[in-house]
C-alpha cells in the first residue's frame, strides 16, 4: 500500500515537473490526498442523476452540487450550483434542474455531468502546513485558522516526520490551544483526526524531499473529524544542497584525539611577544599541558625552550593536533603538510576567509582537509581549552578551574565573555571550544563529544545558525538524556537575524522554527548570554530534582512575594503544603510568620530557625527542591546562614538525600561572599536578585523533564 | 442635557436599589444606554403596521420583528419573530403574519404590539467593559470579542473615565490591534465609533460610582459605526471605602521636615550593644548628621555622650522627626507625647502591628497620628536615608555615596538588598526609604516628594500593592514629566500575589490591570528586583535621548548580534544608516568589516577604531543613542577602551553634545574594571551581558516616551 502511494504520487510530480510547473492543480493535490489519506472533501462526477443520488448518498450528509461543462466558466450565473442539498428526492430534483438551467444558459455546451461534492460542516479552523526551512529542511507547522490567529501568529513547528503522539502533542503547543478541548460548553474537536493530518502531511514530504511546501488551509475540524477543505501542494525548485556527514564512531574518534591530545603541534609558533604563535606556545606551556608541544617555525630552531621543526612533517612520532597560528594565505599549504602526516585534527585560529568575504580560501582548506581526513575546528576562532587535560590551546590567557560545564561560541568576543565570567565566578570547566566559521567541526560533533565525555555534566553552546539542524537535533536527543545543553540562539528577532546574515553569512532561520524545534530536542533555551553564563555556571552544581513540589523559605517575607513570582515566570509549581507538614513548619516559626508556601520565618530568626526549617525541606520526601530567602539580619548574619545552610545540605547529601536547594540573600555586601562561599558547596546562591536562582532552578526542572528524569 | 441624564440614570438606579436589586433588567439598561448616548439597537413598539413600517424606515435596514404579549413567553413557537424584515411591503407582511400566528397561537392572548428592532448587521465583536478594582477604583476594558479572545485574554485597561484619545489608543493596546484596522483586505471598522462607546461606559460608571460593573458584549464594529448588542449593568453591594487624603501642599510640608531635619529625636535610644535604639543612634552620629541628635530614654541621662531626655515633650526647641526604637506596645503613648510635641513626622521602625497580625493596635496609632497630625512613616520598616543630608535613620549600616535616585521598599528585606546593591555598585543615592506596613505615608507621598526634590533624578520603587491607585497614578502622572519612575510591583504572578496576601494582608489586584494602568502613567516597570536596581543605578547616569535612533558599534560580530536581539526585545530601533553616514563609518573600518547597524569594525581593532567611530557617532546629529560591543584583545585592553570611551564621551558633553552611551564589554576580567570605570563617568558599561546595558537604554527610552521628550 505505501510503497502503492509513492508509486503514484512519483508519477505525478514527475509529469508535473517534466510540465515545468511547480504548483499542483487542484485535481493534483487531490490525488495526493488520496494517496496519502488525507482526508478532503468527497467528490464524484455524476452523469446521470442515479449516480448522483448514489455519490450523495454516500457521503452521508448535504452536498454541493456543480455543473460540469468545459463550456461554462461561470457555473453560478449559469444557475448551475446548488448547495446543501440532502436526501434522493432533493437530490434528483438538484440534478434536473442544474441541467435544465445549464441547458437554458447555454443551449450549445457540452456537458460532462454534475459534479457531487461533500458539504463541509461548521467546525473550527485549523492551518496544517509543511515547509522546507533552511536549516532544518522538512518542518511540519499547525495553528488555528483564521484571520486572527494570523495577526496573533499562534503557530507551533515539528521537524518532519512526527508520528502520530507527537502530532497531537502539537495540538496543545499553541496558545489557543484550550479552543480545541472545548470552551464555554463547546464540544471538543476531534484531536485524533487533526493529528493524523498532520502526520500524513509530514508522511507526505518527507517521502517527497521535491515537495517544497503543503498548505491544509483551512482544516475544519469538528467533534466527528477533519477535512481540509483545500490542498495546496508547491515543488522545490532546486536541489537541497547535502552536506557532508561523519558517523558518531568517526566524530568521536577525532574528537577524543583534540580533546585528549597527546601531541600538539604549533605551525607558526614563535618567540615574538604579541603574536598569535607566541601567545599559543605561552598558554600551552603555562596552562600545564603535560603531552608534547611541538614548535614549528622554518626561521627558528627553538622556540620558548623547545626545539622548533621547519614543518610539520618533520616532527617525530604521532601528533593528535596542529594549532594553526600563521597567516590565511598560507594555511592550505601548511594544512597539506598536517594531512601527510596524518594529524587528525586541525585548530586553525587564522581570519581572513569566509567571514571577510574570502570564500574561495575557506572552500580550499575544507577541500585539504576532507581529502586527506583532517578534521577542521575554525577557522576564525580563539582556540579551545580542554581544563582536565590543562590544555590551553588559544591565543587568550590560561584558564585552570576544572569542572563540569563544557562551553562553546561561534563568535570570539563571545568566547572571551565565557572566559572573563568563568574566571569571575570560578565556573568549573571541562572545556571552552570557538567554533568560528564551523567549516566542518561544528555543533553536534562537539555535541556528540561532550555528550560521552565523563568531565562533562552540561554543555553551553552560543550559535548564531546551525549548518545542518537536523544533525544537531539528533545529537541533542541522545545527548540530553545524560546531561542538561543550553542554547544560546543569536539573531533571535528580526534585528539580531539582519546582524547574523552581515556578520558570518549565515542564514539565520525563523526564530519560531528555532524555539520549537530546540524544545522539541529537549534543548533548555537560554535568552540571553548572562542567562547562558549563569546556567552554565549552576546547573553542573545542582542536583537534580525528583519531583514538582518546590517550597520556599525564606526570612524576608518580600523576597518571599518576589520568590513566588519568579516560581510562576520560570514554570515551576509551589507545593500545596499539606497539613502535617504545615504543621510541622510552624513549629519552628513565630506565631504571626505564615506556613503555607512561601514558608515566611519572619525576619528576625536566629539561625536555628532557619536550620531547623531547611532541615524539614530537605528531610521530607515530599518536598524536592528548596529556594531560600535569606535577609541579612545582626542575629542571623550572612555568613552564619551560609556556613549552616551548607552544613546542612552536606549532612544530608552524605545521607543519600539530595535536593536542589537555590538561595537569593538580600543584604549588605557581606552577602557577596557568602553567595561564594555557598555555590562552592552546591548551593546555587545570588545576592540581590529574585529572579536568577529560580531561573537556573526553573532551567534545571526544564531540562529533568526533557530527559524523562521527572 | 448631562445634568438630564444624570437624573434620569439617578432616578432608575435608585428605584432598582429600592427594590433591593443590584442587576439591571434589559429594558433597564437600555434606558441607561440612551441616557448616555452608548449606541443599542434601536428598538420601538408598534401597535399598528404603519407605525411599524415608520419604525423600520427610520432603522434604515433590516429588522427583526416580535411580538409583544405578557401572554406569549415563547415567541418563537408562536411563529411571533421574524427576522431580517426589510422595506415597507415585507414589513407589513411581517406585521400581519406575526399578529396571525400569535392569534392562532394563542387566541385569549393580550397582544400589545409587535416589536421591531434594528438587525444588527455582521462585524467584529468587540468587549468593551467596565469594573470595580480594589486598587484602581473605576477601570474599564476593552477588548476582542469572541471564545478565541477570552482563551488568549486579549485585553486592555484604563482608569476610568478616559478622554477621545485616551480610548482609541485601547483599539492599539490588545495584541490583535490589526484586526481593527482591516487585514487581509478587510475593511478597517469605524474605530472612533468603538472608542465613543469606550468613552461613554467610562462616562458612566465615573458619574455613578455605585454601578460596580457595565458589559457591553459584544459590540459589533462595523466600517460603518459600532453597535453593542447588549448592555448588562451591575450596582455594587457595598460602599467603597474613603481614605483620608492629603493635600500635594501639606504632603510636601512634611516631607520637607522628615527628608530635610534639622532636628531628630530617637525614642528608644540606648547605649546597648545589639539594641535597635543603639544602630539609629550610632548610624545617625556615624553617617555625619549635621542636625540636632536628641536620644529619649526614660533611665539614661547620656547616650552615646548626648544629652538624653526622660520625655520627647522634654527635648528644646522644634523637632522634625522622631524616630521610633521601642516595642510595638509602647508606640501609642510615646506617639502622643510626639503629638503633644507638634512633632510632624514618626519613623516607627518596630514591628508587631499589622503584619503580625495586630491589627487594632495599628489602627490605634494611626488615630493617635490624624489627632495630632503626626504623619507615619512604617511602622514595620528599617527606617530611612537622606544621603544629601547625611542622614542614616536606620538600624541598618550608614550610607555615604551620594547621587541621583531615590529608593523605597515595602519590605526590610528588599531595602536590606537595596543597601547591599547600592553599596557594591557605588549607585548615586539620594534616599532609602523603607515603608512596611504603610499605615499613613505610602508611594504617592514619597513619590510627590521626591518629584520635587532637587537632589533626586529618578525615584525606584518595590511595592507589594497600592493603598490607592489612583492617588499613585496622579503622583505619577506630575512626576514622570520631570524624572523617571521605575516600579518593582512583587505579587505580579498568582503565585506572587498569594504569597503577598499571607504577608503583608494586602489585596494583590489583577496583575494586568496594573500592568495598564502604570504604564498609562508613564511609570517604568522593572520585571525583578535586579532589573529594578539596575535600573535604578543607571537612569540617572544616562542624558535622555532626543530620537529613536540607535547605533551599534562593535568590535566583536557576536556581540553585535546579541546587542540587536536586545534593541528589539527592549522596543528600541536600530537606526537605518543613510548612505553618507554608512560611507562616513566604512572610512573607519577593515575593508571586510560591516557598516550597516550594528557598525561591526571587527575584532582585532586597535583604539583608534574604537574612537573614531565612536566620535562619528557622537558628532553626527541624525544618530541620538549609542551601543557599544567591546571584544578583549591585546590590541585594544578593557582600561584602553575604557579611558578613550570616557574622554571622548566627555569631551562631547562639554561641546553640549549629550547622548546616550550603553556599553557591553566582552572580556576576560579586566573589564569588570574597566565597567566601574565607565560607569562612574557617564557610560553604563557591563560585562559579560549584552542584555543589561540594551535593557537599561531601553528603559531610558520609555520614560522619555512617557515624559514626552521624544
Redo the contacts between chains.
Sequence with gaps: MAEDRVLRVRTLLDAVRAAGRTALTAPEGKVIADAYGIAVPGEELATDVDEAVAFAARFNGPVVMKIVSPDILHKTDAGGVIVGVQGAVDVRAAFREIIENARAYAPEARIEGVQVQELLPQGQEVIVGAVTDPTFGKVIAFG?G???????K?VTFRLAPVDADEAVSMLDSI??A??LRG??G?QPVDRWAIAEQIRRVSQLVTDFPEIAEVDLNPVIATPEGAVAADIRVILSEGEMKQRRTYTCAEMLTSMRRLMQPRSVAVIGASNEQ?KIGN?VMRNLIDGGFSGEIHPVNPKSDDILGRKAYKSVTDVPGEVDVAVFAIPAKFVAAALEEVGRKGIPNAVLIP?GFA???EHELQDEIVAVGERYGVRLLGPNIYGYYSTWQDLCATF??PYDVKGGVALT??????G??I???A??TKTGVSAIVGLGNKSDLDEDDLLTWFGEDPNTQCIAM?L?DLKDGRAFVEAARVTVPKKPVVV?K???????A???G???GALAGDDAVYDDILRQAGVIRA????EM?EYARALPVLPTPKGDNVV?I????????????????NGLK?MEIPSDLDAAFRTFI???G?A?N?V?IT??EPPSTYEATIRLGLEDPRIHSLIL?Y??T?VTPPMVFAELTARVVAEFRERGIEKPVVASL???????EACAYLFERGVVAY??????PVAVLGAKYRWARAAGRL
Tied chains: 1, 2.
Design positions: 488555528l483564521g484571520v486572527l490567529v494570523e495577526v496573533l499562534d496558545r489557543a484550550e479552543i470552551v464555554r463547546a604579541g601567545s581570519s567571514e571577510t568575504g587568550c590567557t561560541s561561534q563568535s570570539g568576543g563571545i572571551m565573555a572566559l572573563g565570567f574566571r569571575a552560543h548564531e544560546l543569536a539573531g533571535r528577532t528580526a534585528a539580531g539582519k546582524a547574523a552581515s556578520h558570518t535568552p540571553g548570554l548572562n553564563l520556599i525564606t526570612g524576608a517575607g518580600g523576597s518571599g512575594v518576589l520568590l513566588s513570582d519568579a516560581v510562576t515566570d509551589l513565630p506565631p504571626f505564615a503555607g512561601p515566611d525576619g528576625g530567602g535577609w541579612h545582626i538580600a543584604g549588605d555586601v557581606e552577602v557577596e545576592p540581590y536578585t529574585t529572579e536568577k
